[in-house]
């Protein structure tokens, strides 16, 4: 049946019981935390425009620098997905989607806020912005106008020009950088999510060159052109297990190694005068960031930041600034500006903490643990400040989405609540987790799913076995993928878990193949099978054939739009367990995607999560 509950009284660690009212405050407050990010730097380097959600969900901003009050530049109750900064600094571009359906718009606005202007103007199909061309008179996107399954490539004149098309081609392609004189673009082809090609499009004569070997599937990522415009840096794992920096020769398609780290680069850029190059590793979930002079590759001395996450990294256009959004497990993202030639690291936002003492957050402990096949498995393990590992804490383990993704020790107000409330959190990075090497991702392939379930599972026997979580106080909880984990898990080991959370999850493999958008079937088929190869696979490895195993409570969560996993996912496994007469509760957002962004929705969502763990953890028995 489909459980209503009021909120009953919550436990508060070291607190009285409160009232509902009480408690929905307290929760309230740590949701009001607030995050910057995305920097887009003026061309002199010194304004930025950023993305925060101090109205309740991302919005551009400007601020001039330091010590400055922001300026709000877009308003609305959608979300903003991404802000670029002109390479004249006379207008940005921003995109935008409507109640989290993916399929964003690209905008044009002045740095002062007026002049706002829809450059795509079809709600119905999806544009992926590229870039400026150098000298800002044109940018490009990808998008799925001809058919809703294929991305062409298109580029229009600002302010006011039509889309042109540049690039047709059946499959996964997004516009990337602009060559030096603004006459090509690299154009990328994605064939899974480990399998990409690169082409050089002429937009003159429209011919496009394919610059990658053929027949050997690698990543390329994050391009950019030499000064010269003879070759290009990017980033890629063609041969190697991690991602390194390398350099492409256009005319004779060879690519050689320059830097090959032990880790996966995420990213780089090159500074417009071509001297130097910035990287951000990814050193077991923490990132790196490393400047170094294009023609020695010497290290260039950078300022102390922060230990956390890194994103958004560029250069202002004379190489002096460095602009980076920075986030930590106990720090909420913050916009930051590196002066090179002062060799200093300023905080360009003070995101407000909600009136919370950041002394009580608390930072994980990076720990490994074995699997059934001896293979070490990387987690991030929560423990609530002052507790005892006597095997009476509740627990929450939880699933990452992607496979292809990581758990990484970024700020999460859920994490922080939970953590004060007195439950533990493990994060594990199973098998099929990248961050590890290819061959790590590739582990969870197919018709080795169930093994990443295992993975999941083991760590909940190192929890018990270690003292660290009770037993019978343990939850699973996951995201779009991480929801199918939580379904799996709570089916395969139905003994393990006293409840189970599925948020966006997939529970039919071969109707979430046949439903999601077109243009992700193929890639989503490389890593869980395809409908015509591998149907009774599909079918027998899905969570909603084995709804008869589950014992534990589950609350199911999902937003209506979501063009990823279609709500149907949600509806399906919520049938079959009412049907069951088992306990479940549903709770569907008519304004939201894949995931759940708007503030007062988070606040409904996290409010039931909190009244749903309490009652089914701190309510078994000792």
């Not at 300022?303 to 190489?319: E, K, M, N, T, Y």
């Not at 992607?402 to 758990?407: L, N, T, V």
């Amino acid at each position: 049946m489909l459980w209503k509950i009021s909120l009953p009284l919550l436990l508060l660690v070291g607190q009285p019981v409160s009232t509902d009212q009480d408690s929905a405050v307290l929760f309230r407050r740590f949701l009001n935390i607030r995050s910057s990010g995305a920097p887009g730097m003026s061309p002199d380097g010194s304004q930025m425009a950023f993305m925060t959600n101090i109205t309740g969900v991302n919005q551009v901003w400007r601020i001039e620098g330091p010590g400055a009050w922001p300026h709000q530049l877009t308003f609305g109750e959608n979300r903003v997905l991404g802000v670029s900064w002109s390479p004249t600094g006379e207008s940005l571009i921003f995109s935008r989607d409507e109640g989290g359906n993916e399929f964003p718009q690209i905008f044009l606005l002045k740095p002062d806020g007026t002049g706002l202007k829809n450059l795509t103007g079809h709600p119905e199909w999806i544009h992926y912005f590229g870039d400026f061309s150098p000298d800002g008179k044109r940018i490009s996107f990808a998008s799925n106008r001809r058919n809703k399954a294929y991305f062409d490539i298109y580029v229009v004149d600002l302010p006011d020009g039509e889309p042109k098309l540049a690039y047709q081609a059946d499959g996964y392609n997004r516009a990337g950088a602009w060559s030096p004189d603004g006459k090509r673009i690299i154009v990328t082809t994605w064939n899974s999510n480990f399998d990409a090609e690169l082409r050089v499009v002429d937009l003159d004569s429209g011919e496009a060159t394919r610059i990658t070997a053929e027949g050997q599937m690698a990543r390329y990522e994050s391009t950019n052109w030499a000064k010269d415009g003879k070759s290009i840096y990017c980033v890629s794992d063609l041969g190697r297990d991690f991602m390194g920096i390398a350099t492409i020769d256009l005319e004779t398609r060879s690519m050689v190694y320059k830097d090959t780290p032990d880790w996966d680069v995420g990213g780089i850029e090159i500074s417009r005068d071509a001297k130097m190059i910035l990287s951000v590793q990814n050193e077991d979930g923490y990132s790196r960031l490393r400047v170094r002079t294009l023609g020695d590759w010497k290290d260039v001395s950078l300022p102390a930041l922060p230990r956390g996450l890194i994103s958004s990294v560029s250069f202002s256009q004379d190489g002096r600034f460095i602009a980076l959004a920075l986030q930590g497990p106990t720090a909420t993202s913050d916009v930051w500006r590196i002066d090179l030639d002062e060799g200093k690291a300023e905080k360009i936002t003070r995101s407000s903490l909600a009136g919370l003492d950041p002394k009580k957050f608390t930072e994980p402990e990076l720990i490994h643990y074995p699997t059934f096949d001896d293979l070490e498995i990387p987690a991030f393990l929560y423990l609530p400040r002052g507790s005892s590992k006597d095997g009476t804490l509740p627990f929450i383990v939880l699933a990452h989405g992607g496979p292809e993704s990581q758990d990484r020790p970024r700020f999460s107000t859920f994490r922080q609540f939970f953590l004060q409330r007195g439950y533990g959190i493990l994060a594990p990075n199973v098998r099929g987790s990248t961050g590890y090497g290819k061959e790590y991702s590739h582990l969870d392939d197919v018709r080795n799913r169930a093994h990443s379930v295992e993975d999941l599972v083991r760590g909940v026997d190192y929890l018990v076995e270690n003292k660290i979580a009770h037993p019978e106080k343990i939850a699973v909880m996951g995201g779009s993928y991480g929801g199918f984990m939580c379904l799996a898990s709570i089916t395969s080991f139905p003994d393990k878990f006293a409840a189970g959370i599925d948020i966006v999850g997939i529970a039919n493999f071969k109707t979430f193949l046949e439903r999601t958008g077109p243009w992700r079937r193929k890639l989503r088929e490389a890593e869980y099978g395809s409908l015509e190869e591998d149907g009774e696979f599909l079918e027998k490895t899905s969570p909603l054939n084995h709804v008869d195993k589950i014992t534990a409570p589950l609350l199911v969560i999902h937003g209506k739009n979501d063009p990823r996993v279609p709500v149907d996912e949600a509806e399906q496994i919520v049938e079959a367990l009412r049907s069951r007469d088992h306990p479940v509760e549903y709770l569907l957002f008519d304004d939201e995607g894949h995931g759940v962004a708007k503030l007062k929705n988070r606040i409904t969502m996290y409010t039931q999560i909190v009244t749903f763990l309490d009652r089914y953890l701190l309510g078994a028995s000792e």
